[in-house]
């Protein structure tokens, strides 16, 4: 990326950010491919994730932390979400009717055992106002990606599910003709595999991976020929693909979500033959080391000190770097999140031309640095945290379950102003009058961070603002300001499962 994110007029004021409501933002006056001007220069780095080096001693448990993750969303192109919903209520999550956020913008719902954590997809084309967004991107995976033959470094940006049967999802999607990438991992414990192996089945959903996983037994080393599948290579950074060592845990833990399983999840079960994996981990693709000692760790010490969850570097090597945040699931079992920084794939995607000896290919870094800056320029251009842009919507949500949620929202608005981080904060009625706020907190990085508190809505910033799809601040409040409308009105169950044609 080169070039500069120019401003119009001199500077964008609030009043331009918002002046689009039921209609489109002209973004072609923005130029071409750009990185966003801050200070310390146009094209500035931004700043990278760093974490302690020393290990804790052990895995934490639901009991230990006030805060779960319980969602990993990301934001699509236009016209997408219709077969992103086919693909993954088809092969791998429960899709709930989808929610409709105004002027057709959509939230597809899925859900991984047992009924949580949640997997979402935001497609919403008024808040895709930045220069080069959600479809430059998608379009660029993709292309990278093509059929999954070979590895690239925006492939870290992953989810990890886990099955105690890999063979049926597998089989399903194979009969759905549904690229994938197979790799196999070892050295594993307990029974659940005779040889210690586990297999891996990937694939892409809107330009990013995921990925299902379960124990080799004699029966899938049949039924897959597993024995034909490559290990991970040193250029994938085995160990971000590794779960922890006892395969009987998370059999264990699966097999109980399923005996447990809701009415929703045994007809989904009963009309596919498995239940849904279960969350195993997130990754996120990262351009540095883990210990790198650099001036910003904003997000390491958040995480720390409001959700008291640790990290730690998990790798450091020339080959391959790994941050590990010790979040657990909202079920109780972990689910680390991994920043990888892979230097052999990073190094892979800076191509140049011969000729010219100009930059051609794009690297984390580029996408990494035009987020974290597009959450400064957009959503951080407004007063209160009333702003948005459409790369909040790729988010790790965070819920909290403690008993003080007024302490931890104070906490929160303290820190996360302190840190003059882009936020968006928006309000919902998510258990009647108590309400929830939610701040999407955009750290470095190529993913928004979501803390959601229930029960003390007083300490909102932007006057209790709910999400409104029909206006480039998806600010409910901002939009019945400008146009008297109440955005639930426009496009309320055009999404709904039962209307679609």
């Not at 016209?79 to 002027?103: K, R």
């Not at 492939?155 to 089989?171: D, I, W």
């Not at 899938?220 to 971000?240: I, K, N, Y």
């Not at 008291?308 to 590990?324: F, G, K, M, P, Q």
């Amino acid at each position: 990326m080169s070039g500069s994110y120019e401003r119009l007029g001199g500077g964008w004021s609030t009043r331009e950010r918002v002046v689009a409501c039921v209609g489109v933002v002209a973004t072609a006056a923005l130029g071409g491919l750009a990185l966003l001007r801050l200070p310390g220069g146009a094209g500035a780095p931004a700043p990278a994730l760093v974490a302690s080096t020393a290990a804790i001693d052990a895995s934490p448990t639901k009991a230990s932390l006030q805060f779960q993750l319980y969602k990993i969303a990301l934001s699509v192109r236009e016209g997408e979400a219709h077969a992103v919903h086919d693909l993954v209520n088809d092969t791998f999550a429960h899709v709930d009717p989808n929610f409709d956020l105004g002027c057709d913008g959509v939230k597809i719902n899925g859900y991984l055992m047992s009924y949580g954590p949640q997997v979402h997809w935001v497609e919403a084309s008024i808040l895709s106002n930045d220069p080069q967004p959600i479809k430059y991107w998608q379009d660029y995976f993709e292309e990278l990606n093509g059929d999954l033959s070979s590895w690239n470094a925006f492939m870290h940006n992953k989810v990890s599910m886990f099955t105690s049967n890999v063979t049926a999802p597998y089989l399903r999607m194979v009969e759905n003709k549904i690229p994938l990438m197979l790799r196999t991992s070892d050295g594993y414990s307990g029974k659940a595999s005779p040889t210690g192996e586990l297999a891996h089945v990937l694939f892409q959903v809107a330009g990013r991976m995921y990925e299902i996983a379960g124990p080799v037994t004699a029966e899938v080393r049949s039924a897959l020929g597993t024995d034909d599948w490559a290990p991970w290579s040193d250029f994938e950074c085995p160990t971000a693909h590794m779960l922890d060592s006892n395969l009987d845990e998370y059999v264990t833990t699966y097999d109980g979500y399923v005996a447990a399983a809701n009415t929703a999840m045994q007809k989904w079960a009963a009309d596919k033959g498995y239940y849904p994996p279960m969350l195993s981990g997130v990754s996120v693709s990262a351009e540095h080391g883990a210990s790198e000692t650099l001036d910003d760790d904003d997000l390491v010490d958040d995480l720390q000190s409001i959700a008291d969850v640790h990290s730690y570097a998990e790798l450091e090597t020339d080959a391959c770097a790994i941050t590990r945040i010790e979040t657990v699931s909202a079920k109780g079992f972990r689910s680390p999140v991994r920043y990888v920084a892979n230097a052999l794939a990073n190094d892979a995607l800076a191509t140049t031309d011969p000729a010219t000896g100009e930059k051609t290919g794009l690297t984390v870094e580029d996408y990494n640095s035009y987020i974290w800056k597009t959450h400064a320029e957009i959503a951080g251009s407004y007063d209160n945290w009333a702003g948005w842009d459409h790369w909040m919507d790729q988010h790790i949500g965070l819920k909290y379950v403690g008993s003080d949620s007024c302490a931890v929202s104070h906490q929160l608005n303290a820190n996360l102003t302190a840190r003059g981080v882009a936020v968006g904060q928006r309000t919902t009625a998510d258990y009647g009058a108590e309400k929830a706020i939610h701040w999407y907190t955009g750290y470095a990085g190529s993913m928004t961070w979501e803390y959601w508190v229930t029960g003390c809505p007083s300490y909102s910033t932007d006057s209790e603002a709910d999400v409104c799809a029909c206006h480039a601040s998806n600010n409910d409040k901002i939009f019945l300001e400008e146009t008297g409308a109440n955005c639930t009105r426009f496009g309320e169950d055009k999404w709904l499962i039962h209307d679609r044609a």
